[in-house]
């Protein structure tokens, strides 16, 4: 039986870690992510999980001893955000090309300097092009759900890859709402349990993990990280359709929400896309026709899919959580990439907002969606949304 | 007590074909060790010298169950070996005995690893950590660590006409270690292989961290002689620049005492990176390095009698 709680993001990562009853879970505290282990932590002292975990003393070795234990043949996890996610990123960029699936939520905070502690997207996409598998969630019911897919995802044999779960910092992550958690029996039978091929720990069968590689051998391995990436589309689908069978949702590449026969739409990620879906509603009950386009697989991104949902759009825009200084916005430019090989390409726009956490509000949306309705629009200009002048 | 033939015919877990320099006896440090493990052994290597050598894709020399990630987590990725194993153990899911063990140079030990060992030690893993110590980063070429000892010409702190080398003397890292109340730390030699085995033997038998440093003299970039890198480990314990001894339950004990101190000049010639040092004016860097060496002597000895809980 599903049962309904009051959970902040940051728990609703932690009832799945319940479910999911990892081997190994190692903690560092680096808030906003810090609840999740502090949850799970109860967990494991009030014996509703025997999970081992390691308290390490900084978010570098937090990754080490996750590909530590699951190098050993554990399923291990960590959790983190911003700065610990800069801090092991050293680590964080060796897992792909170790093949450890590991799975490890994000709650994405800005980075310094200055220093902010609250929202923006800035940690993880300064970790794009690395080889983990990326998924962002727009509340605590899809993290919670997210975070079950990619287990299944991370460790099927096709695909070996380590994945980021992401949620808002602040907003998702220490807001409170109402998610459903669904039976315990059913979840624990779909993750079950992780059976890698070799592993350390398996003494009889001795292998070596992360080699030197030159020159001869390095790219052909870094070729065949990609060919995993490519199997993880497919694989996605046929695992978040099972998932389906017990939570009764879908599981697409991204949320399209009233897209079909807008005359403008914005594409935007995580949390801010609720706010979107508002203000949708109310230009719709207003007359206007727009839409939303809400990515969830990031890494890979599945470009000819929103290049089919977005074609027959007049106007796009896009809202960046982040900046990538010097060069298009990092969803912007996705957009843009997907749409290029269209013969009648859309107009667009990117605007950037919400960086260290400054509030994005419904008529901060509208105002957007009225501007790409005029036609008023500029696909080489960065625009600035909440920005005082 | 295992006799050297012993400790050497006993199948080893480092295959010959590895590509160490030519004098290099890190592969001795590892199969007296590994040799002294009643066990199955994991390891996990930091960056360096040996994980370089014996892992060039596709060969690999292990025979054991071996890992690398990066230069400073060796002790962090033990730690999560370790704590899979208690893990798979309650679990039932694996059923084995085994030793985990974690190598790393100075420079990823006393340097860039340090707050990695320092975690896993304070943590209490059920693990051994060596540090194969030759002084420097000898993989990259000879630049100077927290374990190049004073006076010693390296490349990024030279000696030349304004400096003499390193002026700073060495981080004591065993008794750090020991200061972290564990088990066992000990300092050995490679040239004393029994010693040596016999205190791979207490690390791994220890009820918690053990700590290990070996002396590896670096015949590449102390610059001597290939066929003298025993001659050298032996001189840097006669010349009491290298003492052995342990650290067991926080007791110190001196291994070996020589009956008659060389004078450090004996260590000092015939490497390269000391070679400035025999200069007229740079006579009282070696007066102040023998100072230095008897006082810290003389303090150990203290230490020992003292019956002190370090």
């Known amino acids: ?37 502090e949850f799970f932590a109860q967990y494991v002292a009030n014996g509703i999980v025997d999970t081992e975990t390691i308290p390490v003393e900084s978010e570098h070795s937090a990754m080490s001893a996750t590909v530590g234990a699951a190098a050993a043949g554990a399923r291990a996890m960590c959790a983190t955000a911003s700065q610990g996610l800069a801090l092991m990123w050293e680590v964080v960029a060796a897992v792909p090309g170790l093949r450890l699936p590991i799975v490890m939520p994000v709650v994405n905070r800005a980075l310094s300097a200055p220093i902010n502690i609250h929202c923006d997207h800035s940690d ?36 070996l890859l380590p994945a980021m779960v992401m949620q808002d910092g602040f907003i998702t992550g220490h807001g409170v709402e109402n998610v459903e958690i669904f039976d315990n029996d059913k979840v624990r039978a779909f993750v079950g349990t992780r059976n890698p091929d070799r592993y350390l720990l398996d003494v009889e069968h001795p292998y070596t993990i992360g080699p030197l590689a030159l020159p001869d051998y390095y790219f052909e391995i870094k070729r065949q990280q990609e060919e995993a990436m490519k199997h993880v589309k497919k694989i996605y689908l046929e695992i978040g359709k099972e998932l389906s069978k017990i939570t009764g949702k879908e599981y697409p590449y991204f949320e399209s929400y009233k897209l079909d026969d807008a005359d403008a739409v914005i594409v935007v990620l995580s949390s801010t896309a609720g706010t979107a879906k508002d203000t949708v509603d109310k230009m719709r009950a207003e007359g206007k026709k727009v839409g939303l386009l809400k990515p969830k697989l990031f890494r890979p991104f599945p470009y000819k899919e929103v290049r089919a949902a977005l074609k027959d759009v007049p106007v796009i825009g896009v809202l960046d959580r982040s900046m990538a200084f010097g060069a298009y916005a990092p969803v912007y430019a996705e957009i843009k990439n997907a749409l290029f090989e269209l013969d009648k390409k859309p107009k667009l726009q990117s605007y950037v907002f919400g960086l260290g956490g400054k509030d994005i509000f419904k008529s901060d949306i509208e105002k957007a969606f009225n501007e790409l309705l005029s036609g008023e629009v500029n696909s080489e200009e960065e625009r600035y949304i909440g920005l005082r002048g | 007590m295992a006799t050297l033939q012993e400790i050497m015919s006993k199948p080893a877990g480092l295959a010959p074909g590895h590509r160490m320099c030519a004098g290099c006896g890190i592969g001795s440090i590892v199969r007296a060790i590994l040799a002294a493990s009643e066990k199955p052994v994991i390891i996990a290597n930091a960056t360096g010298c040996l994980e370089v050598v014996t892992t060039i894709y596709p060969y690999s020399a292990w025979k054991v169950p071996w890992v690398h990630v990066t230069f400073e987590n060796a002790a962090a990725v033990a730690s999560g070996i370790e704590t899979a194993y208690r893990s798979l153990r309650k679990r039932g899911k694996i059923d084995k005995d085994v030793n985990i063990l974690a190598f790393g140079g100075d420079g990823g030990t006393y340097d860039i690893g340090f707050q990695a060992l320092s975690g896993a030690l304070e943590r209490g893993h059920n693990f051994m950590y ?3 110590d030759n002084e420097g980063y000898m993989n990259t070429g000879n630049q100077r660590s927290a374990a190049t000892p004073y006076g010693a010409n390296t490349t990024t702190v030279p ?21 972290h109340r564990i088990p066992y730390t000990a300092q050995a030699a490679n040239h004393n292989i029994i010693d040596l085995y016999n205190k791979a033997k207490k690390g791994f038998e220890a009820d918690g961290p053990a700590f290990l440093a070996v002396l590896q003299p670096c015949t590449t970039n102390w610059r001597f ?10 001189l840097a314990v006669e010349t009491n620049f290298w003492p052995l001894y342990e650290v067991e339950n926080g007791k110190v004990h001196v291994n070996y005492k020589p009956k008659n101190r060389k004078p450090i000049e004996e260590f000092l010639k015939g490497q390269g990176r000391f070679k400035h040092l025999f200069k007229a004016e740079n006579k009282h860097i070696i007066e102040k390095m023998q100072m230095m060496i008897d006082e810290e002597w003389e303090r150990l000895l203290k230490l020992e009698e003292s019956g002190i809980v370090l």
């Open chain 2, 159 to 179: 000696a030349g006409s304004k400096s003499f080398g390193k002026p700073q003397w060495r981080k004591n890292i065993v008794e750090i270690a020991a200061a």
């Open chain 1, 124 to 159: 993880t996409m300064g970790a794009t092009t690395i080889g983990w598998i990326q998924i962002f969630s727009e509340n605590g019911q899809e993290v919670y759900e997210n975070m079950l897919l990619a287990i299944r995802l991370a460790e099927h044999p096709d695909v």
């Open chain 1, 1 to 37: 039986m599903s049962t309904w709680k009051p959970l902040s993001g940051t728990q609703a990562v932690a009832e799945a870690m319940r479910q999911i009853n990892p081997d190994v879970v190692v903690a560092y505290p680096i808030t906003p992510q810090t609840p999740i282990v």
């Open chain 2, 225 to 234: 002689d290939p066929a003298a890198t025993m001659s050298y480990s032996k």
């Open chain 2, 130 to 132: 060596v540090v194969y």
